[in-house]
């Protein structure tokens, strides 16, 4: 993955609610996985 991608993730994650943290953070990497590949090609 590259640095620009990565960075992204973290900004989602910093935004997330601690509470909601376990379900928004699946929900966020799965997501993220599907759009990996659009980013790389």
Do not use: E
């Not at 900004?11 to 997330?16: A, M, N």
């Not at 699946?26 to 996985?33: H, P, Y």
Request: charged share 20%; aromatic share 12%; glycine share 8%.
């Amino acid at each position: 993955m590259n640095y620009l991608y990565i960075s992204y993730l973290m900004g989602q994650y910093r935004s997330v609610k601690p509470k909601n943290l376990g379900k928004d953070a699946k929900f966020r990497v799965s997501t993220g996985l599907k759009s990996v590949p659009q980013i790389l090609n």
